[in-house]
Protein backbone atom coordinates (compact mmCIF):
# COMPACT_ATOMS: atom_id res chain seq x y z
CA UNK A 1 0.00 0.00 0.00
CA UNK A 2 1.03 3.35 -0.82
CA UNK A 3 -0.56 6.46 0.44
CA UNK A 4 0.60 10.23 -0.57
CA UNK A 5 -0.64 13.09 1.84
CA UNK A 6 -3.69 12.11 2.88
CA UNK A 7 -3.18 8.91 1.58
CA UNK A 8 -0.41 8.05 3.94
CA UNK A 9 -2.67 9.15 7.13
CA UNK A 10 -5.34 6.54 5.59
CA UNK A 11 -2.32 4.33 5.21
CA UNK A 12 -1.21 4.24 8.69
CA UNK A 13 -4.84 4.03 10.09
CA UNK A 14 -4.85 1.31 7.69
CA UNK A 15 -1.43 -0.25 8.88
CA UNK A 16 -2.01 -0.37 12.55
CA UNK A 17 -5.38 -2.64 12.21
CA UNK A 18 -2.44 -5.30 10.85
CA UNK A 19 -4.23 -6.28 7.60
CA UNK A 20 -3.79 -9.60 6.59
CA UNK A 21 -1.71 -9.85 3.47
CA UNK A 22 -0.30 -6.43 3.40
CA UNK A 23 3.12 -7.23 1.92
CA UNK A 24 4.57 -3.07 2.77
CA UNK A 25 3.77 0.33 3.11
CA UNK A 26 5.00 3.69 1.66
CA UNK A 27 4.02 6.70 3.71
CA UNK A 28 4.79 9.39 1.20
CA UNK A 29 4.69 13.07 2.86
CA UNK A 30 2.45 12.77 5.46
CA UNK A 31 2.44 14.24 9.18
CA UNK A 32 1.60 11.69 12.00
CA UNK A 33 -0.22 14.33 14.14
CA UNK A 34 -2.19 17.26 13.03
CA UNK A 35 -1.03 18.86 16.04
CA UNK A 36 2.72 18.41 14.74
CA UNK A 37 1.39 19.40 11.29
CA UNK A 38 0.08 22.69 11.73
CA UNK A 39 2.98 23.68 14.00
CA UNK A 40 4.99 23.09 11.66
CA UNK A 41 2.93 24.87 9.14
CA UNK A 42 2.86 28.11 11.54
CA UNK A 43 6.62 27.96 11.67
CA UNK A 44 6.87 27.99 7.67
CA UNK A 45 4.74 30.31 7.06
CA UNK A 46 6.13 32.87 9.57
CA UNK A 47 9.22 32.33 6.39
CA UNK A 48 6.93 34.01 3.85
CA UNK A 49 7.47 37.88 3.26
CA UNK A 50 5.82 40.16 5.53
CA UNK A 51 2.84 41.16 3.38
CA UNK A 52 1.62 37.64 2.30
CA UNK A 53 1.58 36.97 5.92
CA UNK A 54 -0.29 40.38 6.62
CA UNK A 55 -3.36 39.11 3.91
CA UNK A 56 -3.48 35.40 5.42
CA UNK A 57 -4.02 36.59 8.58
CA UNK A 58 -6.25 39.53 7.77
CA UNK A 59 -8.59 37.33 6.07
CA UNK A 60 -8.57 34.30 8.29
CA UNK A 61 -9.20 36.40 10.95
CA UNK A 62 -12.24 38.17 8.70
CA UNK A 63 -13.64 34.87 7.73
CA UNK A 64 -12.81 35.52 4.31
CA UNK A 65 -10.54 33.19 3.10
CA UNK A 66 -12.07 32.57 -0.66
CA UNK A 67 -11.31 36.32 -1.34
CA UNK A 68 -8.59 36.27 -4.18
CA UNK A 69 -6.08 37.99 -2.25
CA UNK A 70 -5.85 35.20 0.36
CA UNK A 71 -6.60 32.23 -2.52
CA UNK A 72 -3.04 34.36 -3.55
CA UNK A 73 -1.24 34.54 -0.83
CA UNK A 74 -1.87 31.14 0.14
CA UNK A 75 -0.18 29.78 -3.32
CA UNK A 76 3.06 31.61 -2.01
CA UNK A 77 3.04 29.03 0.37
CA UNK A 78 2.13 26.39 -2.03
CA UNK A 79 4.99 27.25 -4.37
CA UNK A 80 7.43 26.92 -1.55
CA UNK A 81 6.21 24.01 0.18
CA UNK A 82 3.46 21.85 -1.88
CA UNK A 83 5.05 21.90 -5.26
CA UNK A 84 8.28 23.66 -6.17
CA UNK A 85 7.47 23.61 -9.97
CA UNK A 86 6.07 26.71 -11.21
CA UNK A 87 4.00 27.31 -12.93
CA UNK A 88 2.60 23.97 -11.51
CA UNK A 89 2.25 20.95 -14.58
CA UNK A 90 -1.20 19.95 -15.67
CA UNK A 91 -1.72 17.43 -13.37
CA UNK A 92 -1.39 19.46 -10.25
CA UNK A 93 -3.67 22.24 -11.39
CA UNK A 94 -6.13 19.69 -11.83
CA UNK A 95 -5.78 18.64 -8.45
CA UNK A 96 -6.52 22.00 -7.05
CA UNK A 97 -9.27 23.00 -9.93
CA UNK A 98 -10.97 19.54 -8.87
CA UNK A 99 -10.84 20.69 -5.28
CA UNK A 100 -12.22 24.06 -6.18
CA UNK A 101 -15.29 22.51 -8.28
CA UNK A 102 -16.02 20.29 -4.63
CA UNK A 103 -14.07 22.20 -1.41
CA UNK A 104 -16.71 20.35 0.42
CA UNK A 105 -15.16 17.46 1.78
CA UNK A 106 -11.08 19.13 1.44
CA UNK A 107 -13.15 22.25 3.92
CA UNK A 108 -14.62 20.35 6.21
CA UNK A 109 -12.10 17.57 6.99
CA UNK A 110 -8.98 20.35 6.52
CA UNK A 111 -10.31 23.65 6.10
CA UNK A 112 -9.53 26.38 3.84
CA UNK A 113 -6.32 25.33 2.85
CA UNK A 114 -2.51 23.35 4.03
CA UNK A 115 -2.11 25.66 6.94
CA UNK A 116 -5.16 26.60 8.27
CA UNK A 117 -6.56 23.77 9.63
CA UNK A 118 -9.97 24.08 11.38
CA UNK A 119 -11.43 20.72 9.81
CA UNK A 120 -12.91 18.07 11.47
CA UNK A 121 -8.55 16.46 11.12
CA UNK A 122 -7.18 19.27 13.57
CA UNK A 123 -6.96 16.42 16.43
CA UNK A 124 -5.69 13.30 14.35
CA UNK A 125 -2.78 11.27 15.23
CA UNK A 126 -1.44 7.83 15.36
CA UNK A 127 1.51 8.17 16.67
CA UNK A 128 0.38 6.43 19.99
CA UNK A 129 -0.49 3.73 17.71
CA UNK A 130 2.21 3.17 15.24
CA UNK A 131 4.42 0.25 17.05
CA UNK A 132 1.50 -1.90 15.64
CA UNK A 133 2.55 -1.49 12.38
CA UNK A 134 4.80 -4.31 11.70
CA UNK A 135 5.46 -3.88 7.75
CA UNK A 136 8.63 -2.87 6.22
CA UNK A 137 7.35 0.78 5.69
CA UNK A 138 9.10 3.26 3.40
CA UNK A 139 8.59 6.92 4.74
CA UNK A 140 9.22 9.96 1.98
CA UNK A 141 9.31 13.71 1.88
CA UNK A 142 10.99 16.45 0.22
CA UNK A 143 13.27 18.98 1.99
CA UNK A 144 11.16 21.55 0.83
CA UNK A 145 7.59 19.49 2.52
CA UNK A 146 5.34 21.05 3.92
CA UNK A 147 5.40 17.41 5.85
CA UNK A 148 8.50 18.80 7.39
CA UNK A 149 10.83 16.08 9.14
CA UNK A 150 9.31 17.15 12.79
CA UNK A 151 5.98 15.87 11.22
CA UNK A 152 8.03 12.67 9.64
CA UNK A 153 9.95 11.94 13.07
CA UNK A 154 7.38 10.44 14.86
CA UNK A 155 6.62 7.31 11.88
CA UNK A 156 10.63 6.80 11.74
CA UNK A 157 10.56 6.50 15.43
CA UNK A 158 7.32 4.38 15.79
CA UNK A 159 7.68 1.84 13.25
CA UNK A 160 10.28 -0.19 13.84
CA UNK A 161 12.77 -0.76 11.19
CA UNK A 162 11.02 2.09 8.83
CA UNK A 163 12.98 3.83 5.83
CA UNK A 164 13.15 7.78 5.50
CA UNK A 165 13.81 8.97 1.73
CA UNK A 166 14.02 12.98 1.87
CA UNK A 167 14.16 13.57 -1.68
CA UNK A 168 16.50 17.21 -1.86
CA UNK A 169 15.23 19.40 -5.00
CA UNK A 170 11.49 18.64 -3.55
CA UNK A 171 8.46 19.78 -1.62
CA UNK A 172 5.14 17.94 -1.18
CA UNK A 173 5.11 16.24 -4.61
CA UNK A 174 8.49 14.20 -5.12
CA UNK A 175 6.59 11.88 -7.58
CA UNK A 176 6.71 15.40 -9.60
CA UNK A 177 9.27 17.18 -8.22
CA UNK A 178 11.86 14.60 -8.92
CA UNK A 179 10.05 11.85 -10.77
CA UNK A 180 12.38 9.33 -11.93
CA UNK A 181 14.20 9.52 -8.87
CA UNK A 182 10.41 8.92 -6.21
CA UNK A 183 9.61 6.25 -9.07
CA UNK A 184 13.06 4.26 -8.72
CA UNK A 185 13.58 4.41 -4.76
CA UNK A 186 9.39 3.69 -4.72
CA UNK A 187 10.21 0.66 -7.44
CA UNK A 188 13.56 -0.77 -5.49
CA UNK A 189 11.22 -0.55 -2.42
CA UNK A 190 8.53 -2.66 -3.58
CA UNK A 191 10.79 -4.91 -5.96
CA UNK A 192 12.60 -5.81 -1.69
CA UNK A 193 9.70 -6.25 -0.08
CA UNK A 194 6.45 -7.35 -2.25
CA UNK A 195 7.58 -10.06 -3.95
Not at 18 to 31: E, W
Not at 36 to 49: C, F, G, I, K, S
Not at 147 to 166: L, N, Y
Not at 181 to 187: K, R
Request: aromatic fraction near 8%; glycine fraction near 6%.
Amino acid sequence: MLGQSWGGMLGAEYGVTRPKGQKSLTIANSPASMKLWVEEANRLRADLPKDVQETLTKHEQAGTTDDPAYQEATMRFYERHVCRVVPFPPEVTETFAQILRNPTVYNVMNGPNEFHVVGTLRNWSVVDRLSAIEVPTLLISGRHDEATPATVQPFKDGIKGSRWQIFEHSSHMPHVEEQDLCMQVVGDFLDDNDN
